[in-house]
């Protein structure tokens, strides 16, 4: 049964087209969501009014997120000596005790509580001689046990097998046995895909198409937001394309780098598709949060995806600006704002179905394309979750008019899988796009 929702629009709205003034202020009810009668885009001739970004600075310091001390862990009481260590970017690694020789006591702790239980952990291990080991995690939450992946080198990744994972839901602690040795071993929640590797990934992109990028802000921590526009030539008609609100979903950056991988490709809708529409991409919302190795929030101590109305977080407030700021540009339109996140299966988070969008029931189209074009494969989608928080997708909705459609991969789902689906997901939505804007 659905929730009763309450809609607060965050501010007052002044859509103008053509001919007609339609006047939308804060409201309680939702029965006024302020959306556009599906405009024309060249019947835009004002900006839409946005709110002065001054007046929404945070209001009181925000608390900060409580960082891990960076060490290395040293037991040398029996031979080989074995050192753990979280002294690298992404690390999670709270504490580490021996409990018997070669029998280790992790402890894996969230960055503030309470905290969505997605727990993220990423540490080294290395032995002076080749060694069996047992890891014993305890990790402060009951109910999501992530299977550990392995890596010689932190790029390439093996889930670890039944016989190397003991790790039930609710127990006090989950087991690992793994062999040590002289070699780094990476063992981590999921694959590592940091800031590093998400900024080369997008320079690389920008080189190749012509992107600009412009830093829009700066984190908590002092990391640059960086946003890229790709076919600065096209009109003034945009996607918005964000990811890593939430730093331990990897899955969703694969599926955001397939995504734009397919829009800037070579294919004749994607060669259209650009002549059309232009693309504002942010790959990393929360950069303290993936350097961190943080659960959820950013180094404000905030889930980022619950700040699209209290706007509390540097981070946030940014990139709303920066947002408005592309709305604000004569005749500019919004045609679909996209968040990429990850989970425990691939669903889409989309607006509810009387949530009347600009272009009109996008989310529901695109949803029956993607599922036409792979039928083997079943796409779920859902317009009630968190239908009543402060998510980018309903900001997206209550303040763009634009479908505000939540991304969700799978972190188990094979990387190769992701890549499929969602570069077939991507050509589709640039048909309906195009479609819809003819
Ligand atoms: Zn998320």
């Given at each position: 049964?659905?929730?009763?929702?309450?809609?607060?629009?965050?501010?007052?709205?002044?859509?103008?087209?053509?001919?007609?003034?339609?006047?939308?202020?804060?409201?309680?009810?939702?029965?006024?969501?302020?959306?556009?009668?599906?405009?024309?885009?060249?019947?835009?001739?004002a900006?839409?009014?946005?709110?002065?970004?001054?007046?929404?600075?945070?209001?009181?310091?925000?608390?900060?997120?409580?960082?891990?001390?960076?060490?290395?862990?040293?037991?040398?009481?029996?031979?080989?000596?074995?050192?753990?260590?979280?002294?690298?970017?992404?690390?999670?690694?709270?504490?580490?005790?021996?409990?018997?020789?070669?029998?280790?006591?992790?402890?894996?702790?969230?960055?503030?509580?309470?905290?969505?239980?997605?727990?993220?952990?990423?540490?080294?291990?290395?032995?002076?001689?080749?060694?069996?080991?047992?890891?014993?995690?305890?990790?402060?939450?009951?109910?999501?046990?992530?299977r550990?992946?392995?890596?010689?080198?932190?790029?390439?990744?093996?889930?670890?097998?039944?016989?190397?994972?003991?790790?039930?839901?609710?127990?006090?602690?989950?087991?690992?046995?793994?062999?040590?040795?002289?070699?780094?071993?990476?063992?981590?929640?999921?694959?590592?895909?940091?800031?590093?590797?998400?900024?080369?990934?997008?320079?690389?992109?920008?080189?190749?198409?012509?992107?600009?990028?412009?830093?829009?802000?700066?984190?908590?921590?002092?990391?640059?937001?960086?946003?890229?526009?790709?076919?600065?030539?096209?009109?003034?008609?945009?996607?918005?394309?964000?990811?890593?609100?939430?730093?331990?979903?990897?899955?969703?950056?694969?599926?955001?780098m397939?995504?734009?991988?397919?829009?800037?490709?070579?294919?004749?809708r994607?060669?259209?598709?650009?002549?059309?529409?232009?693309?504002?991409?942010?790959?990393?919302?929360?950069?303290?949060?993936?350097?961190?190795?943080?659960?959820?929030?950013?180094?404000?101590?905030?889930?980022?995806?619950?700040d699209?109305?209290?706007?509390?977080?540097?981070?946030?407030?940014?990139?709303?600006?920066?947002?408005?700021?592309?709305r604000r540009?004569p005749?500019?339109r919004?045609?679909?704002?996209?968040?990429?996140?990850?989970?425990?299966?691939?669903?889409?988070?989309?607006?509810l179905?009387?949530?009347?969008?600009?272009?009109?029931?996008?989310?529901?189209?695109?949803?029956?394309?993607?599922?036409?074009?792979?039928?083997?494969?079943?796409?779920?989608?859902?317009?009630?979750?968190?239908?009543?928080?402060?998510?980018?997708?309903?900001?997206?909705?209550?303040?763009?008019?634009?479908?505000?459609i939540?991304?969700?991969?799978g972190?188990?789902?094979?990387?190769d899988?992701?890549?499929?689906?969602?570069?077939?997901?991507?050509?589709?939505?640039?048909?309906?796009?195009?479609?819809?804007?003819?």
């Amino acid at each position: 049964m659905r929730t009763p929702i309450q809609r607060f629009a965050p501010t007052a709205l002044v859509w103008i087209f053509a001919g007609a003034t339609l006047a939308f202020a804060p409201t309680a009810c939702r029965t006024a969501p302020p959306v556009a009668p599906t405009p024309a885009p060249a019947a835009v001739t004002a900006p839409v009014v946005a709110p002065a970004p001054a007046s929404d600075a945070p209001a009181a310091p925000t608390p900060r997120a409580e960082l891990q001390e960076h060490r290395t862990w040293t037991f040398a009481a029996a031979a080989p000596t074995v050192t753990f260590d979280n002294q690298f970017p992404c690390a999670r690694l709270n504490r580490c005790e021996e409990v018997a020789p070669h029998d280790y006591r992790i402890t894996i702790t969230p960055e503030n509580e309470p905290i969505n239980p997605s727990p993220w952990f990423a540490f080294r291990v290395r032995a002076e001689a080749p060694t069996d080991i047992t890891v014993r995690f305890v990790i402060a939450t009951k109910t999501a046990r992530p299977r550990p992946r392995l890596s010689a080198d932190g790029v390439t990744w093996t889930r670890a097998t039944d016989a190397q994972w003991d790790g039930k839901q609710g127990a006090a602690e989950c087991v690992l046995r793994m062999q040590a040795g002289p070699a780094t071993t990476w063992v981590a929640s999921n694959d590592i895909l940091g800031n590093d590797r998400l900024t080369a990934w997008s320079d690389a992109l920008a080189a190749r198409t012509g992107a600009t990028m412009e830093t829009f802000g700066t984190s908590t921590g002092g990391r640059a937001l960086r946003m890229f526009t790709f076919d600065a030539s096209a009109p003034e008609d945009w996607v918005i394309v964000i990811g890593r609100q939430h730093p331990p979903e990897v899955s969703g950056s694969v599926g955001l780098m397939a995504f734009m991988d397919e829009v800037t490709g070579d294919s004749a809708r994607a060669t259209e598709f650009r002549a059309a529409f232009r693309v504002a991409l942010v790959p990393v919302v929360n950069p303290d949060g993936v350097h961190e190795g943080q659960w959820r929030s950013t180094l404000g101590a905030i889930d980022p995806n619950r700040d699209w109305g209290p706007f509390t977080q540097p981070e946030t407030v940014a990139l709303r600006d920066a947002i408005l700021a592309i709305r604000r540009r004569p005749g500019a339109r919004i045609w679909l704002a996209l968040d990429f996140h990850g989970t425990n299966k691939d669903i889409l988070y989309t607006p509810l179905e009387d949530d009347r969008t600009s272009p009109p029931k996008f989310a529901s189209a695109w949803v029956a394309a993607i599922q036409a074009r792979f039928p083997d494969y079943e796409v779920e989608n859902t317009s009630t979750h968190n239908a009543t928080e402060w998510t980018f997708k309903r900001w997206a909705f209550e303040t763009l008019g634009a479908p505000g459609i939540t991304y969700e991969l799978g972190s188990a789902t094979p990387h190769d899988r992701i890549r499929k689906i969602v570069s077939g997901a991507a050509d589709e939505a640039m048909r309906l796009l195009l479609a819809a804007k003819q």
